[in-house]
């Protein structure tokens, strides 16, 4: 059984803020994020004007393309979180810090657990490498006989590849510029000639409007 991907903040906010939330759906499908992530788009969106655009749009897209997974507590929940953080759950959830990275893989975890496929789509280096353990520790689960689903990651690069050469983004020029006004919003992307979006690779077997 496959899960709806799974969003963090940072992806979430870069492509409502710029009015790709289609582009975001059509490559992935209907999402869903924790009510941790939700929270800290909304916030942001109250606080800093580049990200005014997410809190008309993500209410709205919810629930149908957007369902909001409940952070209580449940024991699966705990289970996970207290292992990748090393403190209870309760405890982890009053500090703000990484939060939101946090429950993300922390969701996707307990689906993988459940025997379900799982999408992540997430760019923090830190959360990444919180889920990367996870994948691997899922991997031996499955390695020793257990019967558990899987966890995938995507980055925001992987998207915007697959959406190469269609309506969203029909040649390169609309690529980079779509590129450099997600990089407006997070410089922690990468430059887009260090990423693969504008190589031979990404559009040989397109048909562009270049």
């Known amino acids: 059984m496959t899960e709806r991907p799974i969003i963090d903040a940072g992806p979430g906010l870069n492509f409502l803020s710029i009015g790709k939330e289609r582009l975001l759906i059509e490559v992935l499908g209907p999402l869903s994020t924790p009510e941790t992530v939700r929270d800290e788009m909304m916030r942001k969106a109250e606080r800093d004007s580049r990200f005014q655009r997410v809190g008309a749009t993500l209410p709205k897209l919810v629930p149908r393309w957007l369902e909001v997974l409940s952070d209580n507590r449940t024991s699966e929940l705990d289970a996970v979180v207290s292992r990748m953080t090393q403190v209870p759950m309760e405890t982890r959830q009053r500090n703000s810090k990484d939060l939101g990275e946090t429950m993300v893989v922390a969701h996707a975890v307990v689906a993988a657990?459940?025997?379900k496929e799982v999408t992540v789509l997430m760019d923090d280096g830190q959360g990444i490498k919180m889920a990367v353990?996870?994948?691997r520790r899922i991997e031996r689960l499955r390695a020793g006989g257990r019967p558990?689903?899987?966890v995938r990651l995507v980055k925001t690069e992987t998207v915007l590849q697959r959406a190469a050469g269609g309506p969203h983004?029909?040649?390169r020029g609309a690529m980079r510029?779509?590129?450099t006004q997600k990089r407006g919003l997070d410089d922690g992307l990468p430059p887009i000639d260090s990423t693969y979006l504008l190589s031979p690779a990404t559009w040989s077997t397109?048909?562009?409007s270049e």
Do not use: H, K, M, Q
């Open 113 to 115: 657990e459940a025997g």
């Open 177 to 179: 510029s779509i590129y």
């Open 169 to 171: 983004i029909p040649d």
């Open 206 to 208: 397109r048909v562009t």
């Open 148 to 150: 558990v689903g899987n």
């Open 133 to 135: 353990l996870e994948i």
